[in-house]
């Protein structure tokens, strides 16, 4: 099963994520943590995109895109994959697509976590204290809120258009928010399986 989180910098995507992969076998792709790293190890691709990403701006939908693909065919990623942070475009989105389809899968599920602005802000200013990151300041993360807006009224509907985006109460505590994903993805599996029976 392929599944996508979606939702604002600070919904807890990253948090869902990792709970969710151990429990299910599948794999966490976070185009963010993996830019990170790039960041860090001052790769030329990361000294590029730190501009991009301390400015509260997208990079380059070629470099998302070949990141996951380079990782798609993991060993890790055979079950299936939570892509979280992508795609952020419909090209993005496209590509994916089209990468799954060309190894007969598919995005199955969209989770929507939603989560109001005010508590955003409180949970990026906690984690700014806890994880230094260059782009949690208060000005870049209202950026990032605008960023989120804007990619999200086209992303959105691309998927809603497939009817596979589902809604998740981000505003609950960690283990809560984990019982409605655990919920939905139960629920998908069981939708999905009627069509992989019949190949
Ligand atoms: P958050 O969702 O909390 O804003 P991420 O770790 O997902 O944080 O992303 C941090 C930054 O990395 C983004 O602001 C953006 O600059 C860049 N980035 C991550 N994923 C993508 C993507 N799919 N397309 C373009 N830029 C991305």
């Known amino acids: 099963m392929d599944v996508i989180f979606f939702g604002p910098p600070g919904a807890g995507k990253g948090t869902q994520a990792k709970i969710i992969e151990d429990k299910y076998g599948l794999k966490q792709l976070s185009t963010g943590d993996m ?41 890790e990623c055979a079950k299936g994959v939570i892509f979280d942070g992508f795609p952020r475009t419909v090209a993005q989105a496209e590509a994916l697509a089209d990468m799954l389809a060309k190894r007969g899968r598919k995005i199955n599920l969209v989770l929507s976590l939603q989560v109001e602005d005010s508590a955003l802000v409180k949970r990026i200013e906690q984690r700014a204290i806890q994880e230094g990151r260059s782009d949690d300041t208060v000005e870049t993360f209202k950026k990032r809120l605008d960023a989120y807006r804007d990619y999200a009224a086209k992303v959105l509907p691309h998927y809603n258009a497939q009817a596979i985006v589902k809604p998740v109460d981000g505003m609950r505590d960690i283990a809560d928010v984990t019982e409605q994903i655990e919920k939905i993805l139960k629920q998908g599996s069981s939708d999905s399986s009627p069509a992989c029976a019949m190949g």
């Open 35 to 75: 830019l990170r790293e790039e960041v860090n190890a001052k790769t030329d691709l990361g000294i590029e995109a730190k501009k991009q990403m301390d400015a509260g701006a997208l990079v380059p939908d070629d470099v998302v895109i070949g990141m996951i693909a380079n990782r798609i065919d993991s060993r």
